[in-house]
């Protein structure tokens, strides 16, 4: 049967003061009317009944997890008591559907991602399901062909075609860092090269299988928190063992080894909501280029990012490039062109001592 995982433990320090601890990205509506991570489980609607899904996230946010996901049953959205990366979240999910269903198949979601339309997501997903269903021992993950030189997004270079039906499926030569903008405008040149989405269909039993073979430690330690599942000892054997592991990336962890790996060329749009201006690309902008929520009164602007609420009203007059966030304890204002300081606002505030703000 398949299963979903959806890794849901990111900080989302790019957009604060919106975004806190407490109220990451994941949890706020930042490319609709629903939360990210509700946009998620909409997603696999009609393809993962909600008994077959699992949320991985952090430890302080699983209550509001479960306010938000009330069909999810409450033992499947489990924190994290430490931050460990993708390989052990994904080491753990496998583990815990392996207790069940020995013959598994899983798709790994992040929960900041906007895909749409929704039939193609699952149309793709469904060839990638069908294509480890051949070969148990593939990997499978997606490509985003590229529209733009970006150097944010690692790459995945593919080889030769395995499957030339509806979605292509490739073979993957191997994945590339994150590249310069000349190597970025190369490989764009060059056809071929794909972004890494970070999403993954396989066997449960495969990945289980290649954390063992790469990363032994790592699932020594994943072994008793899966065994101690539904027990009254779980919290603490959690807690113990997971803060022993070693944070890892999937990528470096198992993708970057293993083989075979095939990569599905997604016929879906993507946007993994990294910063402001992603924002701006989902939600559009208007003749100005400016993107604003909230009531706001805008006067000679240009390609300005205002975020605000209908109980305070936001003016700006002659700005340009500038992004502006009201909050009601916080209020940003920053060059567009500068975002990436914000992790910088972050540290400086913890330095501060100002920790109601984070």
């Known amino acids: 049967m398949l ?11 790019r957009f604060w003061p919106i975004s806190r601890e407490r109220l990451p990205k994941q949890l706020l509506p930042l490319a609709g009317s629903r939360s990210m991570i509700q946009e998620t489980l909409d997603r696999l609607d009609g393809l993962v009944p909600p008994e077959r899904v699992l949320v991985l996230t952090n430890h302080q946010l699983v209550a509001q997890m479960r306010r938000q996901l009330p069909d999810i049953p409450p033992a499947a959205i489990l924190g994290e008591p430490c931050k460990r990366d993708t390989a052990p979240c994904i080491g ?30 699952q149309e793709a997903v469904r060839t990638a399901v069908q294509t480890v269903e051949r070969d148990p021992k593939l990997l499978v993950t997606f490509g985003i062909p590229p529209s733009y030189p970006a150097t944010s997004y690692g790459y995945i270079e593919r080889s030769e075609l395995l499957d030339a039906s509806r979605i292509p499926v490739y073979q993957v030569r191997r ?33 289980w299988d290649a954390l063992a073979r790469y990363e032994s430690d790592m699932v020594q330690a994943l072994q008793p928190i899966v065994e101690a599942y539904g027990t009254d000892a779980f ?88 992004i502006v966030v009201h909050t009601p304890d916080a209020t940003l204002v920053a060059h567009r062109q500068a975002e990436e300081s914000l992790r910088e606002v972050v540290r400086k505030l913890r330095e501060q001592g100002w920790e109601e703000y984070l």
Not at 3 to 13: D, E, L, Q, S, Y
Not at 184 to 196: D, P, R
Request: with cysteine; net charge negative; proline share 4%.
């Open 175 to 207: 994945f590339r860092e994150k590249p310069d903008r000349q190597q970025a405008e190369q490989f764009l040149a060059a056809g071929g090269f794909y972004w890494n989405s970070g999403i993954f269909v396989w066997r449960a039993r495969t990945i």
């Open 92 to 121: 753990l999910a496998a583990g815990l559907v392996l207790r069940n269903d020995p013959d598994a198949v899983m798709v790994v979601l992040p929960a900041d991602h906007v895909i749409r339309p929704l039939d193609r997501f």
């Open 3 to 13: 299963h979903a995982v959806i890794m849901a433990g990111g900080a989302g320090t």
């Open 235 to 322: 919290d603490r054997v959690f807690c113990d063992n997971f803060s022993k592991i070693q944070g890892k990336s999937i990528d470096y962890a198992v993708m970057e080894h293993y083989s075979p790996i095939a990569v599905v060329e997604a016929p879906f749009q993507w946007d993994d909501v990294g910063n402001w201006q992603s924002v701006a690309r989902i939600r559009g902008t208007d003749e100005q280029g400016n993107c604003a929520t909230g009531k706001r009164l805008l006067i000679d602007c240009r390609n300005t990012i205002v975020w605000g609420s209908q109980e305070h009203l936001v003016v700006l007059v002659g700005m340009e490039d500038a």
